[in-house]
């Protein structure tokens, strides 16, 4: 092997495969799990068998994939960038009010006032819909502004913020000011969002009923293909040469800079598509969940986002995606035996994470593994 000389450049790491022959078996197992197993066990399982999926745990689960898109967005700019972001439930409430938006139009006139407005509006006594709700009424439009909206905004406060080499604690509090900002604003009844009840009461959603078995399942389906999709493609990204040049900024942005690397449009980048990651969540969320109020923009569930993110593993991808099922399942049963413990059990578990499991829930298990292949490895 030859060294490299003073004039060569340093060659790029060779790239590896995308997934290993475990992890490609483990992507086949989810797919079966998510297009085959759970849809015949909700539909065709009779509801008093043992084997039943309940209605209830359709939509728990496709409500937790959707956390889990929004873990692994954060992970992409806090485990991959170093950007810890605390408003990131801005971006996915504005894709869950771009598809509110949608499905509110599709009402049409089964409202409450048979009128052609939405409810909230005729109460309010408004006359025409405000300017934009101009596209509300187009699928086609409303998923591109799905990707737009949160897509927008995410470009032009990022552009501002890192050309300002705005970072660290600074950069969070901001984040989580901007979603403080906006919650206040959609909790006005005069913005034609509904004020704090937001939207709610859908019945259709391209002209088909949203009360019913089948597509109920469709969207927990769909939510599940769009979660794999996003993994896959974050792997990719990852270890691309863009990810390499993302996870060396998060290491030492200066001496990315030296090395003529401008971090600017690299930390841009990610965030954008972070932030287009989450309003897809929403927009996953909200036909599922059948509500969009200001409350999903509240500081708390940002501050969450990273809790999964922390729980499961930064920088690991799919250790977010655990955290968000851990956190989220351990909230359903907690909510409903200890409600008044719940808050507490959450920053016991941030705090011991931090503390006693910096990699995480991941991190935890690949020591665990490590060490009994050293075991098993001394003991042959």
Known sequence: MTATTASSPVPWPARGPLLTRSGWGTILVALLVVCAVAPALNLWVPAGSPFHLSDYMI???????????????????????????????????????????Y????????????????????????KELPWHWALSDSFIATLLLIVLVPGGLAFVFGYFAFRSRIKGVYFSIITQALT????????????????NNGFTDFKRILGLPL????????????????LLGFYLWARWLVQSKFGRVLQAVRDAE????????NPLPYKLTIWVISAVMCGVAGALYVPQVGIINPSEMSPANSIEIAIWTAVGGRATLIGPIIGAFVVNGAKSV?????????????????????????????????????????QAGGAA
């Open 103 to 126: 499905l509110m139009r599709q009402i049409g006139t089964d409202g409450v006032y048979g009128s052609d407005l939405p409810d909230f509006m005729v109460f309010l006594d408004w």
């Open 211 to 226: 009360a019913t078995a089948e597509m109920r399942m469709a969207l927990f389906v769909l939510t599940g293909l769009t």
């Open 59 to 101: 939509g728990l689960l496709g409500k937790i994939m959707c956390y889990a898109i929004c873990a692994l967005a954060m992970d992409l700019i806090w485990g991959y960038t170093g950007i810890l972001s605390l408003g990131h439930g801005l971006f996915f409430a504005l894709g869950g009010y771009v598809m509110g938006m």
């Open 254 to 261: 200066s001496r990315v800079m030296f090395c003529g690397y």
């Open 180 to 195: 403080f900002a906006a919650m206040l604003l959609f909790f006005r009844n005069e913005t034609g969002f509904g004020g």
């Open 334 to 374: 907690l909510t409903v035996h200890f409600p008044e413990y719940w808050l507490y059990f959450l920053g016991g578990l941030f705090i011991a994470v931090t503390l006693f499991m910096p990699q995480g829930v991941v991190g935890l298990a690949r020591a665990a593994l490590r060490r009994w292949r050293g």
